[in-house]
């Protein structure tokens, strides 16, 4: 068990209004993830994390920022919510089984956050 | 670009029948593929993964997936389904930390 706590795990929100949600993992993972799951588009990156203060933008970046000032915690702003960030939201850890190699790694998921925006 | 097929979106079967679920995927080299199954209100597990080696990998709860270099395929399959399997399903394939694609999923239903 990796350890993932996302919060909140629902939140409604109006259009405009800004947003964090917040993701805690307590075995000091390097790399951190956001996702957004949407029916017919699977699992979209957002956001990710390499380390304190590192982070970069993955697929579907616009509107979303991120900041990471501890290992254990990784945050996604939406700065001014809009309709379309209606979606729920995973959390995601990286955990490598093969030392030395770059893509033999998996994915750890939180349970997800369920963020509704009228 | 890299990109994950999953043709069907829904997929009823019977329990104790077998199961298919099929994964296409576009890729420049032979990429590392994984399986993930969502139950509803959940996150993803994870069901088995391919790195190298064997093309036939065994996952968990019974499932195995065989990599196709040739038909660009790593379909997922179970002989004989419970109703418990019934759940979402995705396919995803990657190269390194950070370029991690997910298929649009299959979600199962499994009829008594």
């Known amino acids: 068990d990796a350890g993932i706590t996302q919060s909140p795990r629902h939140k409604v929100t109006e259009t405009g209004t800004p947003v964090t949600l917040r993701c805690h993992q307590t075995e000091n993972h390097r790399y951190m993830y956001w996702y957004r799951q949407d029916p017919g588009h699977g699992l979209r990156l957002i956001h990710y994390?390499?380390?304190?203060?590192?982070?970069d933008k993955g697929e579907v970046s616009d509107g979303y920022s991120v900041s990471r000032s501890k290992t254990e915690d990784f945050l996604l702003t939406l700065e001014s919510a809009t309709s379309s960030q209606t979606s729920v939201y995973f959390c995601?850890?990286?955990?490598?089984?093969?030392?030395?190699?770059?893509?033999?790694?998996?994915?750890?998921f939180g349970a997800g956050s369920r963020l509704t925006v009228l | 670009a890299q990109s994950v097929t999953q043709p069907d979106i829904h997929i009823t079967v019977s329990e104790g029948a077998s199961l298919e679920l099929r994964c296409n995927y576009s890729y420049g080299a032979t990429p590392y593929l994984f399986w993930y199954v969502q139950s509803p209100g959940q996150g993803l597990q994870l069901l088995l993964k391919?790195?190298?080696?064997?093309?036939l990998v065994q996952g968990i709860k019974g499932f195995e997936a065989e990599f196709k270099r040739s038909q660009s395929s790593f379909n997922l399959r179970k002989p004989s389904v419970h109703w418990s399997d019934a759940a979402e399903y995705f396919c995803a394939v990657g190269e390194n930390n950070n370029d991690m694609r997910f298929g649009a999923g299959t979600r199962l239903t499994v009829k008594p």
């Open positions: 391919y790195f190298s080696g064997d093309t």
């Open positions: 995601a850890i990286s955990e490598s089984i093969r030392p030395g190699d770059a893509g033999a790694n998996v994915l750890t």
């Open positions: 994390s390499y380390g304190v203060k590192d982070t």
